[in-house]
């Protein structure tokens, strides 16, 4: 600024001194146009001379008082003139000691400017090696976290590795947990139950906090909010796709092959995403799930996918696998996959019964052979079309009984594979007559042609050798529990709503009645548990997948939800026992 004044001052003083120079000329040629006056007056001297030449004395004295005249007149503007030139050469003096002056405090200004900028310079450049050292810094830190974050992702799968280790040894009951998003129909449930429930409208209360603790916001009126955790093996927030759910579950599958049964249940409210975790979104005309969008699949055709694709690795002719697909509906058991007499598929109503082993069956239900995965899904998919849904006002699809989706797979094996302390004559002569009853009719025909042509005693012992064992699957999508308040229920949709609800409270009471080792555990208390006995009672690697509607509107379902989940992963039933002997199996 100073400097900038500096200027703004030398130009204020030059435009000064040009006004003076522009003075200076105009007294010049005032000089000059005196000076052509003066001749003029000479001239009119020497005219009234000769007019006057009468009178000498007149003209004399008209002359000398002429000249003195003129005289005066020269002598007062030359002595104005005079003074004007000294006030100017004065002016002139100030100006150049100012000019001077103004360009000495420049020179100063300058050079102090000048230091400024070296000093910013120099302060710059020290930052800038700043700057690079703290970037130095905070990549070796980044590298550091990272090898940090490997470490603990490696110490996590360990530890995953080591819990799922324990679990197997303690027969633990294995809890998913799954927070689905906001939907659109969320609006509408929400216009159709209360104003209360109108301002809580998409307010979100449950979130994954990792990927194995959901946090739940739980407030009421007039307290203070508080925070709730719930620890499960895996926990998958909003944003997780169908292929990280069953990245999860695939492990299981394996198990199968394995000689171990696997059932997989998704339990939660009706409207929070049980049928779509494990089927897929469904088409609206028949409910039957699509399979066009391979990425939005659930997990049971997934599952068929993975069990067929590692079937086909084995060897041919040691496996088959058959599908039934059962509801339970108002505490009645129905076979989605019998036959009238036209061929076409319609329910029938089952029984359920406990075998003199302990184990439950259902006698006449309709088993289907089935190759491949393709073949598997159009049975269930014939299956949903009979199966029970109703509307509410919660969910518009709201699906009315628990449909029970089994994969049964035969291993046909030699008896050298399995425990020795089974392996006695009459066994081996009994196990081989019955295998050679229960092929399905392709292999029985491939393998009565063998028979017929396997004539020497190698032959015959090895047939006689031979075993099977049979492990299940079970895929379980079990009907949402509701508030008759809010799902609006009437009529016969209230009867489905009450045994719903009972056969869930059922399947509760069976859990804590494992959980504190009762002698008694009421698994006939419901068809639901009466059917899933051998799975819940620890004959099987069990898997609960929760979910959870993360509304406001339904906090006291999904705590609900949550709690019976930590019951559930709570239940030790002991190591789960591998089919590693030969079973009897019944003719079709």
């Known amino acids: 600024m100073r400097a900038r004044s500096g200027l703004d001052l030398g130009s204020v003083w030059a435009q000064r001194l040009r006004q003076l120079e522009q003075r200076l000329r105009t007294k010049e040629e005032r000089i000059v146009v ?15 001379q000769g007019l006057a030449g009468r009178s000498t004395d007149e003209v004399l004295q008209l002359y000398s008082a002429r ?10 503007v030359v002595t104005h003139l005079h003074g004007a030139i000294q006030r100017l050469k004065q002016d002139l003096r100030s100006l150049h000691s100012f000019a001077l002056e103004l360009s000495k405090d420049f020179q100063r200004q300058s050079k102090t400017y000048l230091y400024q900028v070296l000093t910013a310079v120099q302060e710059i450049q020290l930052q800038n090696e700043t700057m690079q050292m703290f970037q130095i810094k905070a990549f070796d830190l980044e590298q550091s976290l990272q090898e940090v974050a490997e470490r603990y992702e490696k110490e996590k799968q360990k530890r995953r590795a080591l819990h ?3 679990v197997e040894l303690r027969g633990n009951i294995r809890v998913h947990c799954r927070i689905r998003p906001l939907l659109p129909f969320d609006t509408a449930a929400g216009h159709s139950i209360s104003q209360e429930g109108q301002r ?4 979100k209360v449950a979130y994954a906090a990792d990927d194995e603790t959901v946090l739940v916001k739980c407030s009421r009126p007039g307290h203070a909010a508080i925070n709730k955790t719930f620890q499960f093996e895996r926990v998958y927030s909003a944003s997780e796709s169908q292929d990280t759910v069953f990245a999860d579950v695939a492990p299981l599958l394996t198990s199968l092959l394995d000689g171990y049964n696997v059932c997989i249940m998704a339990y939660g409210q009706t409207g929070s995403g049980k049928t779509y975790t494990m089927l897929g979104p469904q088409l609206e005309e028949n409910f039957a799930f699509s399979t066009e969008d391979e990425s939005e699949l659930g997990i049971i055709p997934r599952a068929t996918q993975e069990v067929f694709r590692v079937i086909s690795e084995k060897p041919p002719g040691s496996y088959w696998v058959e599908v039934s697909v059962v509801q339970v509906y108002n505490n009645d058991i129905f076979d989605l996959l019998a036959k009238d ?11 359920i019964v406990t075998t003199r082993e302990g184990k ?18 159009h049975l269930v998919n014939k299956g949903l079309q009979l199966r029970v849904r109703h509307p509410t006002l919660v969910h518009a699809h709201s699906s009315r009984s628990h449909l029970v989706v089994t994969l049964t797979i035969t291993t046909i094996t030699s008896g050298d594979n399995f425990d020795t302390s089974w392996e006695d004559e009459q066994t081996s002569q009994r196990l081989n007559k019955e295998v050679s009853g229960t092929f399905p009719q392709k292999m029985r025909d491939n393998k009565s042609t063998s028979s017929s042509r396997a004539s020497s005693p190698a032959q015959l012992e090895a047939s006689e050798k031979l075993k099977q064992v049979k492990t299940r699957l079970q895929l379980v999508d079990l009907a949402g529990s509701e508030c008759v308040g809010m799902s609006g229920v ?10 719903i609800n009972r056969s869930l409270s059922a399947l509760a009471d069976v859990l804590a009645a494992i959980a504190e080792q009762r002698s008694h555990v009421p698994y006939r208390n419901s068809k639901l548990t009466h059917l899933l006995q051998d799975s819940v009672g620890g004959d099987a690697k069990l898997l609960v997948m929760l979910c959870i509607n993360p509304d406001q509107k339904y906090l006291t379902e999904s705590m609900q939800s949550l709690g019976f989940g930590t019951r559930a992963r709570q239940v030790q039933r002991g190591q789960v026992k591998k089919k590693n002997f030969p079973v009897q199996s019944k003719a079709k």
């Open 490 to 499: 009437t009529g016969a949709a209230l009867r489905e709503t009450s045994f």
């Open 164 to 166: 799922n280790s324990l």
């Open 360 to 377: 439950s069956d259902v006698p006449l239900l309709t088993h289907e052979t089935v190759e491949n995965a393709s073949e598997f899904l």
């Open 341 to 351: 007499s036209c061929g076409k598929v319609f329910g029938v109503k089952r029984d």
């Open 200 to 203: 809580n409208f998409s307010e």
């Open 67 to 76: 000249g003195q005249q003129q005289k005066l007149q020269r002598s007062s």
């Open 34 to 48: 005196l000076e052509t006056e003066n001749a003029a007056l000479h001239l009119k001297l020497a005219e009234y």
